[in-house]
DNA sequence: AGTCATCACTCGTAAGGACAAGTGACGTCA
DNA sequence: TGACGTCACTTGTCCTTACGAGTGATGACT
């Protein structure tokens, strides 16, 4: 019974004592915690409280529990794949994502559709709620299992360029820059912004998200060399299964953006 | 009285009606949603339930409770702050991150000091729990009160060499870099990697951030001409006031890294 | 020996009641 | 008019009870 008194409510006090018990490494990693019986017993509190504060270590990430068996310490493992995010053009022109692109479709594409964004419309210069032509892909990396939501969205303007896109299904990721370049669109660079956000259901269920696992969001824009964007990918994962690495190097001269 | 009844528990219920709801613009943004009396009458379920459901909600960010006022729909306002990862070397070889360090010490800062790292010593090529030598810092944007948590970190086998580290406090964030070539480490490539996860509460408290928030985090690490780690930096922050924004440009030939 | 029912244990869901605590408006009182 | 107390409304905390549902081991039956 190791008594609680410091902050706030019961509740609290019991997450915070068995946080630290995890944190300190008494309990170690996926191990399995005290049962809510013997929780209430340890520090005399009814069910709803222990119920109270395990769902706090939940929404923290600190703990998975399984129905039937019990709170496990979540290890708290790296992610095991790493998303290199880096862009190289060869010899020929033809534009290649060398790595972390080793994704395969999870299931059948969809086609070119349009589609609304409210909330990435801005990285393409356009207004809340402007159409858009796109396509969605559920795609997954097989040496790891880890799965991430794509999109593809083209202005209309740019679309309407490229008589190809009609055909269904839609062209893989990668190849919407060669077929750019097929019409004259010539990428000169991409501007990377990375956000995270708590996943609503239907992330949860397509990226098969643990508890508590935020979402990192990249979303990419080609611009061409009048800074007007061609296209936009965006790419959706768990943060507990993957990450992003940025190689930078060190230019001479200070990059400068036009300012309109 | 909108009557429920499909997928899985009655609380799951209540929160995919209250989903719909929101998401569909019928409650708007900043908008008071009906109390949880109300929505006991609503849906003819108990409080318990109710609470069950606004949890949920809670939890995916979709809204934000005020004790004694009510539930509001969170404003999905995109983050307000940019912070631009790009280094660049002046002529004169000093280092200079040109944006998105308009950060200001919130605290006095700390000095250095001797850290054990578990989860970031894979980028410094050390092992688990190997010592550092490090530095933390509360960091602030004056314009947008956006916080952040900094955390300068360097290889006892470098900070050997430079005697104006054991100076008190420890330097602002950029100029390490310059402390380094003073002895003779010139940092040749960056890599960032990037990741989010849950705040613990210390996160919480210290980035003041909202229910159902997770935390980006940065670690750029800074390697010399034989591909060491000299320095490693790491900056968390919320990802619902500020986002990260990469800007890549096309090499003419795919980069190779070393493999040991 | 193998199969399967049972049981004890786990967490999940739902309801009921009671009181504490934050908020804001209203009305009284000085 | 101004200050302040009260009250109604909100969410927060905590308890009790009950049953449903998943899991795994035990043991009886074939």
Redesign the pocket.
């Known amino acids: 019974m190791s008594e609680i008194q410091r902050p706030?409510?019961?509740?609290?006090?019991?997450a915070a004592a068995i946080r630290e018990a995890i944190l300190s490494g008494e309990f170690a990693p996926d191990t399995?915690?005290?049962?809510?019986?013997?929780?209430?017993t340890r520090y005399?509190?009814?069910?709803?409280?222990?119920?109270?504060?395990?769902?706090a270590l939940?929404a923290e990430g600190l703990i998975d529990?399984?129905?039937?068996?019990?709170?496990f310490v979540r290890s708290s493992g790296h992610p095991t794949l790493t998303l290199e995010r880096r862009i190289s053009r060869t010899s020929e022109g033809k534009f290649v994502m060398p790595n972390g692109d080793t994704w395969q479709e999870a299931e059948e594409p969809n086609t070119y559709r349009t589609l609304t964004t409210k909330t990435t419309g801005r990285l393409l210069q356009l207004g809340e709620e402007e159409a858009l032509f796109g396509c969605d892909r559920l795609l997954i990396d097989p040496a790891t299992g880890t799965r991430a939501m794509h999109r593809t969205l083209i202005p209309f303007e740019v679309a309407e360029a490229v008589p190809l896109l009609g055909e269904e299904p839609c062209k893989p990721p990668a190849a919407i820059y060669w077929v750019l370049t097929q019409v004259g669109g010539h990428a000169l660079s991409w501007t990377e912004t990375v956000r995270a956000h708590m996943p609503l259901p239907d992330e949860r269920t397509a990226l098969q998200l643990p508890d508590a696992t935020p979402v990192l969001h990249v979303a990419r824009v080609a611009h061409d060399a009048d800074d007007r964007p061609l296209v936009l990918e965006e790419l959706r994962f768990g943060a507990d299964r993957a990450e992003l690495a940025y190689r930078i190097t060190a230019d001479k001269q200070p990059t400068r953006r036009a300012r309109p």
């Open positions: 706030g409510a019961l509740y609290q006090q019991v399995l915690l005290p049962s809510e019986a013997q929780l209430m005399g509190v009814s069910r709803p409280t222990v119920r109270n504060a395990i769902a939940r529990v399984r129905h039937g068996k019990g709170s």
